[in-house]
C-alpha cells in the first residue's frame, strides 16, 4: 500500500527528467533556413478553400436560457 510514495518517486523522475531535458536542449544550436525556404512555405496556394460563418453571437439571456 505504498501507492503514495510510488507517486511521488514518479513525479520526482519525471521531474528531474524534465530539468535535465531542458538543460540539455538549452546549447542546441539555431537551425537557420534560407529566405527562399520560408518564402516558399509561407507561400499560400490560390485555390485554397475559405470558410466564412456569419452568426450573431449569444446575448447573456439567450446563453443563460441554454444552460
Known sequence: MNVLKNMELIFVAAASLA??????????????MPA?????????PANMQVIVVAAKRLTAAEKAALI
Not at 19 to 32: D, F, H, K, M, R
Not at 36 to 44: E, L, P, R
Request: proline share 4%.
Open 36 to 44: 527562399a525556404a520560408v518564402a516558399t512555405v509561407a507561400a499560400a
Open 19 to 32: 530539468v535535465v531535458t531542458s538543460y540539455a536542449t538549452a546549447s542546441a544550436p539555431v537551425i537557420e
